[in-house]
Protein backbone atom coordinates (compact mmCIF):
# COMPACT_ATOMS: atom_id res chain seq x y z
CA UNK A 1 0.00 0.00 0.00
CA UNK A 2 1.50 3.34 -0.81
CA UNK A 3 1.79 6.15 1.69
CA UNK A 4 -0.47 8.32 -0.05
CA UNK A 5 -3.32 5.77 0.31
CA UNK A 6 -2.42 4.85 3.68
CA UNK A 7 -2.51 8.61 4.43
CA UNK A 8 -5.78 9.12 3.32
CA UNK A 9 -7.27 5.88 4.62
CA UNK A 10 -6.04 7.00 7.79
CA UNK A 11 -7.62 10.56 7.54
CA UNK A 12 -10.63 8.70 6.85
CA UNK A 13 -11.12 6.83 9.94
CA UNK A 14 -9.27 8.38 12.73
CA UNK A 15 -11.80 10.68 13.83
CA UNK A 16 -14.36 8.30 13.38
CA UNK A 17 -12.88 5.11 15.17
CA UNK A 18 -9.51 5.75 16.49
CA UNK A 19 -10.78 8.42 19.38
CA UNK A 20 -13.89 6.37 20.40
CA UNK A 21 -10.97 3.56 21.90
CA UNK A 22 -9.26 5.59 24.10
CA UNK A 23 -11.23 7.28 26.95
CA UNK A 24 -9.91 10.27 28.36
CA UNK A 25 -8.16 9.99 31.86
CA UNK A 26 -8.45 11.75 34.55
CA UNK A 27 -5.03 11.16 36.13
CA UNK A 28 -1.80 11.83 34.44
CA UNK A 29 -0.72 8.46 33.00
CA UNK A 30 2.62 7.20 35.01
CA UNK A 31 6.07 7.41 32.62
CA UNK A 32 9.18 6.41 33.02
CA UNK A 33 11.35 9.61 33.60
CA UNK A 34 10.17 12.67 35.18
CA UNK A 35 11.64 15.31 32.20
CA UNK A 36 10.98 14.90 28.54
CA UNK A 37 13.07 16.97 26.55
CA UNK A 38 11.20 17.52 22.47
CA UNK A 39 13.57 18.31 20.25
CA UNK A 40 13.16 19.62 16.79
CA UNK A 41 15.29 20.60 13.99
CA UNK A 42 13.58 23.84 13.54
CA UNK A 43 14.66 27.09 14.56
CA UNK A 44 11.96 29.42 17.36
CA UNK A 45 8.86 29.96 15.46
CA UNK A 46 9.21 27.00 12.53
CA UNK A 47 6.48 24.13 12.09
CA UNK A 48 7.70 21.24 14.45
CA UNK A 49 8.79 24.27 17.48
CA UNK A 50 5.33 25.49 17.42
CA UNK A 51 4.14 21.94 16.75
CA UNK A 52 5.64 20.91 20.21
CA UNK A 53 5.38 23.74 22.12
CA UNK A 54 1.38 23.50 21.83
CA UNK A 55 1.65 19.70 22.07
CA UNK A 56 3.33 20.55 25.55
CA UNK A 57 1.25 22.87 27.34
CA UNK A 58 -1.85 19.97 26.88
CA UNK A 59 0.91 16.83 27.66
CA UNK A 60 1.90 17.83 31.24
CA UNK A 61 -2.02 17.34 32.23
CA UNK A 62 -2.14 13.88 30.36
CA UNK A 63 1.48 12.28 31.11
CA UNK A 64 3.54 12.56 34.09
CA UNK A 65 5.90 14.26 33.52
CA UNK A 66 7.46 17.87 32.50
CA UNK A 67 8.76 18.40 29.34
CA UNK A 68 10.67 21.04 27.64
CA UNK A 69 11.36 22.03 23.98
CA UNK A 70 15.21 21.92 22.87
CA UNK A 71 15.75 23.32 19.27
CA UNK A 72 18.76 21.47 17.70
CA UNK A 73 19.31 23.35 14.30
CA UNK A 74 21.45 23.07 11.58
CA UNK A 75 22.12 20.62 8.64
CA UNK A 76 18.73 20.34 7.65
CA UNK A 77 17.86 18.02 10.70
CA UNK A 78 21.32 16.33 10.00
CA UNK A 79 22.34 18.03 13.66
CA UNK A 80 19.20 16.85 15.79
CA UNK A 81 19.31 13.13 14.52
CA UNK A 82 22.67 13.18 15.37
CA UNK A 83 21.89 14.76 18.83
CA UNK A 84 19.07 12.10 18.61
CA UNK A 85 21.19 8.81 18.12
CA UNK A 86 23.05 9.36 21.25
CA UNK A 87 20.50 10.05 23.46
CA UNK A 88 19.41 7.96 26.28
CA UNK A 89 17.24 5.22 25.55
CA UNK A 90 14.53 5.60 28.60
CA UNK A 91 11.47 7.80 26.81
CA UNK A 92 13.22 11.06 28.06
CA UNK A 93 14.06 12.46 24.63
CA UNK A 94 11.92 12.19 21.66
CA UNK A 95 12.33 14.26 18.17
CA UNK A 96 9.55 15.62 15.96
CA UNK A 97 8.78 13.42 13.06
CA UNK A 98 8.41 15.49 9.41
CA UNK A 99 9.17 14.58 6.01
CA UNK A 100 12.30 16.85 6.32
CA UNK A 101 14.56 13.96 8.58
CA UNK A 102 13.53 11.30 5.67
CA UNK A 103 14.67 13.73 2.67
CA UNK A 104 17.75 14.93 4.61
CA UNK A 105 18.68 11.57 5.07
CA UNK A 106 18.35 10.26 1.35
CA UNK A 107 19.75 13.70 0.22
CA UNK A 108 23.11 13.69 2.16
CA UNK A 109 25.72 11.54 3.55
CA UNK A 110 25.02 11.81 7.57
CA UNK A 111 26.51 10.59 10.56
CA UNK A 112 22.93 9.03 11.59
CA UNK A 113 20.20 9.54 9.81
CA UNK A 114 16.24 8.80 9.84
CA UNK A 115 17.04 4.60 10.30
CA UNK A 116 18.80 5.68 13.47
CA UNK A 117 15.88 6.70 15.14
CA UNK A 118 12.56 4.86 15.96
CA UNK A 119 9.26 5.53 14.89
CA UNK A 120 7.03 6.37 18.08
CA UNK A 121 3.59 7.60 17.22
CA UNK A 122 2.10 10.03 14.54
CA UNK A 123 0.22 12.95 16.06
CA UNK A 124 -0.92 15.29 12.84
CA UNK A 125 -1.49 15.65 8.92
CA UNK A 126 -0.31 18.76 8.27
CA UNK A 127 -1.51 21.01 5.19
CA UNK A 128 0.75 23.22 3.25
CA UNK A 129 -0.16 26.55 2.30
CA UNK A 130 1.43 28.85 0.15
CA UNK A 131 1.48 32.33 0.79
CA UNK A 132 2.65 36.10 0.36
CA UNK A 133 2.71 39.26 2.16
CA UNK A 134 -0.18 40.75 2.70
CA UNK A 135 1.05 44.26 0.68
CA UNK A 136 2.75 42.09 -2.52
CA UNK A 137 1.05 42.20 -5.99
CA UNK A 138 0.60 38.84 -6.24
CA UNK A 139 -3.39 38.17 -5.46
CA UNK A 140 -3.39 34.94 -6.98
CA UNK A 141 -1.09 31.89 -7.18
CA UNK A 142 -1.66 32.29 -11.20
CA UNK A 143 -0.60 36.12 -10.59
CA UNK A 144 2.64 34.81 -9.20
CA UNK A 145 3.37 32.05 -12.10
CA UNK A 146 2.97 35.41 -14.23
CA UNK A 147 5.69 37.69 -12.58
CA UNK A 148 8.03 34.22 -12.60
CA UNK A 149 7.21 33.98 -16.26
CA UNK A 150 9.22 37.10 -17.54
CA UNK A 151 11.13 38.49 -13.93
CA UNK A 152 13.28 37.14 -11.86
CA UNK A 153 11.21 35.95 -9.11
CA UNK A 154 12.53 34.26 -5.39
CA UNK A 155 10.40 31.28 -3.42
CA UNK A 156 11.28 30.12 -0.06
CA UNK A 157 11.08 27.26 1.97
CA UNK A 158 12.29 25.80 5.07
CA UNK A 159 15.15 23.80 4.95
CA UNK A 160 17.31 22.33 1.86
CA UNK A 161 16.21 18.85 2.33
CA UNK A 162 12.57 19.45 3.07
CA UNK A 163 9.37 18.50 1.24
CA UNK A 164 8.33 22.18 1.04
CA UNK A 165 11.47 22.49 -0.93
CA UNK A 166 10.92 19.33 -2.97
CA UNK A 167 7.37 20.31 -3.50
CA UNK A 168 8.54 24.36 -5.17
CA UNK A 169 10.91 22.46 -7.02
CA UNK A 170 7.79 20.50 -8.30
CA UNK A 171 5.66 23.57 -8.61
CA UNK A 172 8.39 24.95 -10.85
CA UNK A 173 8.53 22.48 -13.11
CA UNK A 174 4.75 22.18 -13.28
CA UNK A 175 4.35 26.06 -14.17
CA UNK A 176 7.17 25.93 -16.68
CA UNK A 177 8.83 29.11 -14.81
CA UNK A 178 12.50 29.50 -13.37
CA UNK A 179 12.24 30.66 -9.87
CA UNK A 180 15.15 30.60 -7.59
CA UNK A 181 14.65 27.98 -4.71
CA UNK A 182 16.02 29.74 -1.32
CA UNK A 183 15.87 27.47 1.22
CA UNK A 184 16.37 28.21 4.85
CA UNK A 185 16.47 27.03 8.73
CA UNK A 186 12.98 26.73 9.71
CA UNK A 187 9.80 28.28 8.97
CA UNK A 188 10.52 31.08 10.95
CA UNK A 189 13.15 32.49 9.12
CA UNK A 190 11.15 32.07 5.74
CA UNK A 191 8.53 34.36 6.93
CA UNK A 192 10.75 36.99 7.87
CA UNK A 193 12.19 37.17 4.32
CA UNK A 194 8.65 37.11 2.89
CA UNK A 195 7.37 40.00 5.11
CA UNK A 196 10.59 41.49 4.15
CA UNK A 197 10.15 41.35 0.65
CA UNK A 198 13.14 39.53 -0.21
CA UNK A 199 10.84 36.32 -1.20
CA UNK A 200 7.55 36.65 -3.44
CA UNK A 201 6.19 33.47 -1.93
CA UNK A 202 6.75 30.65 0.01
CA UNK A 203 5.45 27.35 1.26
CA UNK A 204 4.65 26.53 4.82
CA UNK A 205 1.49 25.59 7.52
CA UNK A 206 -1.08 27.50 8.73
CA UNK A 207 0.43 27.23 12.75
CA UNK A 208 3.74 28.56 11.81
CA UNK A 209 1.79 31.74 10.15
CA UNK A 210 -0.80 32.40 12.76
CA UNK A 211 0.43 35.39 14.44
CA UNK A 212 1.28 37.15 11.20
CA UNK A 213 -1.91 36.12 9.90
CA UNK A 214 -3.92 37.32 12.77
CA UNK A 215 -1.91 40.63 12.61
CA UNK A 216 -2.93 40.46 8.78
CA UNK A 217 0.91 41.00 7.16
CA UNK A 218 0.46 37.64 5.65
CA UNK A 219 -1.98 36.48 2.65
CA UNK A 220 -2.49 32.86 1.77
CA UNK A 221 -2.90 32.79 -1.99
CA UNK A 222 -3.29 29.03 -1.94
CA UNK A 223 -3.57 25.12 -0.18
CA UNK A 224 -1.44 22.40 -1.50
CA UNK A 225 -4.64 20.08 -0.72
CA UNK A 226 -7.00 17.75 -2.72
CA UNK A 227 -9.58 20.02 -1.45
CA UNK A 228 -10.42 23.69 -0.48
CA UNK A 229 -9.67 23.38 3.51
CA UNK A 230 -12.94 24.45 5.30
CA UNK A 231 -11.10 26.95 7.61
CA UNK A 232 -9.59 28.57 4.60
CA UNK A 233 -12.97 28.10 2.54
CA UNK A 234 -12.08 31.07 0.15
CA UNK A 235 -8.36 30.21 -0.27
CA UNK A 236 -8.34 28.30 -3.45
CA UNK A 237 -6.50 24.60 -4.14
CA UNK A 238 -3.24 25.08 -6.48
CA UNK A 239 -5.09 22.57 -8.67
CA UNK A 240 -7.90 25.15 -9.41
CA UNK A 241 -4.75 27.00 -10.59
CA UNK A 242 -4.21 24.31 -13.23
CA UNK A 243 -1.05 22.88 -11.64
CA UNK A 244 -1.42 19.02 -10.39
CA UNK A 245 0.15 19.77 -7.16
CA UNK A 246 -0.67 18.23 -3.16
CA UNK A 247 1.50 18.14 -0.40
CA UNK A 248 1.05 15.83 2.26
CA UNK A 249 3.28 15.87 4.74
CA UNK A 250 3.30 13.71 8.79
CA UNK A 251 3.89 15.25 11.72
CA UNK A 252 4.86 12.89 14.83
CA UNK A 253 7.65 11.70 17.12
CA UNK A 254 10.65 9.50 17.05
CA UNK A 255 13.09 8.48 19.74
CA UNK A 256 16.35 6.67 19.48
CA UNK A 257 17.07 3.09 18.27
CA UNK A 258 15.90 0.53 21.26
CA UNK A 259 13.42 3.47 23.32
CA UNK A 260 11.53 2.01 25.93
CA UNK A 261 8.70 -0.36 25.22
CA UNK A 262 7.10 1.39 28.28
CA UNK A 263 7.48 4.56 27.54
CA UNK A 264 6.11 4.09 23.79
CA UNK A 265 3.08 2.59 25.50
CA UNK A 266 2.38 5.29 27.51
CA UNK A 267 2.55 7.78 24.46
CA UNK A 268 0.09 5.14 22.70
CA UNK A 269 -2.22 6.02 25.34
CA UNK A 270 -1.61 9.90 25.53
CA UNK A 271 -1.93 10.90 21.36
CA UNK A 272 -5.51 10.10 21.09
CA UNK A 273 -6.45 11.80 24.38
CA UNK A 274 -4.73 14.60 23.80
CA UNK A 275 -6.31 15.24 20.07
CA UNK A 276 -9.69 14.27 22.21
CA UNK A 277 -9.14 17.71 24.42
CA UNK A 278 -11.46 20.25 23.59
CA UNK A 279 -9.02 23.26 24.20
CA UNK A 280 -6.31 21.93 21.85
CA UNK A 281 -8.75 20.66 19.57
CA UNK A 282 -9.72 23.68 18.98
CA UNK A 283 -6.83 25.44 18.37
CA UNK A 284 -4.92 22.66 16.54
CA UNK A 285 -8.08 22.87 14.33
CA UNK A 286 -7.65 26.57 13.92
CA UNK A 287 -3.99 25.39 12.54
CA UNK A 288 -5.83 23.67 9.48
CA UNK A 289 -3.99 20.53 11.24
CA UNK A 290 -5.53 17.52 11.38
CA UNK A 291 -5.77 14.63 13.83
CA UNK A 292 -4.02 11.89 12.71
CA UNK A 293 -2.83 8.85 15.43
CA UNK A 294 -0.90 6.22 14.19
CA UNK A 295 0.07 3.57 16.46
CA UNK A 296 4.17 2.53 17.21
CA UNK A 297 3.32 -0.96 15.15
CA UNK A 298 2.28 1.03 12.01
CA UNK A 299 4.36 3.96 12.26
CA UNK A 300 7.87 2.60 11.10
CA UNK A 301 6.28 0.50 7.39
CA UNK A 302 4.56 4.17 7.47
CA UNK A 303 7.57 5.51 7.59
CA UNK A 304 9.24 3.06 5.28
CA UNK A 305 7.11 3.18 3.06
CA UNK A 306 7.50 6.55 2.37
CA UNK A 307 10.87 7.23 2.33
CA UNK A 308 10.99 4.04 -0.18
CA UNK A 309 8.67 6.34 -2.51
CA UNK A 310 10.48 9.63 -2.32
CA UNK A 311 13.87 7.96 -2.81
CA UNK A 312 12.36 6.44 -6.31
CA UNK A 313 11.04 10.04 -6.90
CA UNK A 314 14.35 11.90 -6.04
CA UNK A 315 16.25 9.01 -8.38
CA UNK A 316 13.88 9.79 -11.22
CA UNK A 317 14.09 13.74 -10.67
CA UNK A 318 17.60 13.56 -11.25
CA UNK A 319 18.23 15.04 -7.47
CA UNK A 320 19.94 11.82 -6.22
CA UNK A 321 21.98 8.41 -7.76
Known sequence: MSFVTRLAGLLAGAAAATFLIHPASAEPLPYPTDVVTLVTHSSPGGGSDVFLRDMARYLRDIIDADFVVENVSGGSGANAMAHMAQAAT???????????????????????????????????????????????????????????????????????????????????????????????????ETMINVLNGTLDIAIGEVQELRSQ????????????????????????TVKEAGIDLVVRKFRGLAGPKGISPEAI?????????????PEYKAAYGA??????FIPHAEYAPFMATFATEQKTFLTEAGVIQ
Open 265 to 277: AVWEKAIPILLEN
Open 90 to 188: DGSVLYATTPTYIFTSLMSQLSADYENLEPVVNVFYDPAVIYTRADAPFKTLTDVIAHAKDNRSAWGAANPGSLERISLEDLKKKAGVDAAIVTSEGGG
Open 287 to 292: SNLIGT
Open 213 to 236: LEAKQIRILAVATDERLPILADVP
